[in-house]
Structures are given as structure tokens and as C-alpha cells.
């Protein structure tokens, strides 16, 4: 399977600021997706990476909050925009591999938010 | 909305015991489920795959799928202590989007 790496793997951050989550694989793959798994609870997928293009959005989440690029088919970024400690999480990407139905995990980042 | 539903557990078992994992699903239209495991503060790792009515057996995992009843189950033989963990139940709702269950913790003890 693919392997993922992501960056930074933690991070606190102060209210009102940005943070920029790198999501690497080792081989090029279909599709790139980025989940959130709030403390406690289960994952959600944030949105749909599409290379060269605008990312897919899930409902209740935004361009302007979680912007997300996809440069090429091994690299993607998601940003948390002007955060707030509800933001508190672990972001989490996904890669899906050609010609296979199946999805894998980066480590995540978690992210604190004070 | 469509919706992956778990037992959140704990689920106990004894070690060598068979451990049964249970999910339901809302979307009739599914076609491909997933079991993952999630060691605390890890991240999902994939374990099982099934896209077809029946069992599909991996080791000592075996994946069950009824459509018409909308359910995907795991049985996990010899159970071990390392097999502690949360198993995510995920399901492709199309476009390869996956929806999750909350995930079921389980408890293997020696």
C-alpha cells in the first residue's frame, strides 16, 4: 500500500492564526481526501482533493476555512484558517490508489488550538 | 443522511475467545465497506475490505456482508491482546467517500 507522511505531526496554535498541513505518498494515487477526528469521536470527511482543480467540500465545511490544494497526484496541503479552539483535532489525509478501492491513512497531525 | 452505526463498547473478550464486531448501515445504495483499526493515537490502518454478500476471510479476520439487511460484521478468531483497539466500520457512500462509524473499543484480556 501507499505509504503517507504528514506535516507537521503536532502543532499548537494561538486563536485568530492559520496552519498549513502538508499530506505526501510515496506513489501516485486517484484521490486525496482530508478527515477530521475531534477528540473522542469518529473521523468526518472534510473534503475531496482533486488534482489541479477545486477540492470537493462536504457540507458544513467551507473553502474559505479549510482551503485545500492538490498540485499534483503525490502532494496535497489543507489549511486551518483564523482558528478557534474548536478547531482542536486530528487532521487527518487519505490516499486512495490507482486501480484499487481502498483507502489509507497519513499518522495525522494534531492540532491544538489555545 | 446517510449513516454508519456501532456498538461503542467496550466489547471484552478473553484472550484465545472469538470477538464480534458489528455495523449497520442507511445507504441501501452501498457497494464496498471497511473495517479499519485504530490504536490510540494512531491513525486508521485498513484490515478488511468485502464488496460482495457473504464472508471474505483474511487470517484470523473474517468480513460479513448482508446487503438486504444492511449490516457488515467482523469476527477476529484467537483474539490477542494486541487486537485491543477501536475497529471503525466505514462505508463508500459513492465517489469513494467514506462515512465512518464511531467505532466499537475492543478488549482483549490475557
Known amino acids: 500500500s501507499a505509504v503517507i507522511s504528514q506535516k507537521p505531526s503536532r502543532d499548537i496554535c494561538q486563536r485568530g492564526t492559520s496552519l498549513t498541513i502538508q499530506c505526501q505518498v510515496d506513489?501516485?494515487?486517484?484521490?486525496m481526501f482530508w478527515y477530521r477526528q475531534q477528540p473522542g469521536q469518529s473521523l468526518t470527511l472534510i473534503a475531496t482533493a482533486n488534482q489541479g482543480s477545486e477540492a470537493t467540500y462536504e457540507s458544513g465545511f467551507v473553502i474559505d476555512k479549510f482551503p485545500i490544494s492538490r498540485p499534483n497526484l503525490t502532494f496535497s496541503t489543507l489549511t486551518v484558517s483564523n482558528m478557534s479552539p474548536e478547531d482542536s483535532s486530528i487532521y487527518l489525509c487519505s490516499a486512495l490508489e490507482l486501480s484499487k478501492d481502498e483507502q489509507y491513512f497519513g499518522p495525522g497531525t494534531r492540532l491544538t488550538v489555545t | 443522511q446517510k449513516e454508519v452505526e456501532q456498538n461503542s463498547g467496550p466489547l471484552s473478550v478473553p484472550e484465545g475467545a472469538i470477538a464480534s464486531l458489528n455495523c449497520t448501515y442507511s445507504d441501501r445504495g452501498s457497494q464496498s465497506f471497511f473495517w479499519y483499526r485504530q490504536y490510540s493515537g494512531k491513525s486508521p490502518e485498513l484490515i478488511m475490505s468485502i464488496y460482495s454478500n457473504g464472508d471474505k476471510e483474511d487470517g484470523r479476520f473474517t468480513a460479513q456482508l448482508n446487503k438486504a439487511s444492511q449490516y457488515v460484521s467482523l469476527l477476529i478468531r484467537d483474539s490477542q491482546p494486541s487486537d485491543s483497539a477501536t475497529y471503525l466500520c466505514?462505508?463508500?457512500?459513492?465517489?469513494?467517500?467514506?462515512?465512518f462509524g464511531t467505532g466499537t473499543r475492543l478488549l482483549v484480556s490475557p
Open positions: 506513489s501516485q494515487v486517484t484521490m
Open positions: 466505514a462505508v463508500n457512500t459513492g465517489f469513494q467517500k467514506l462515512v
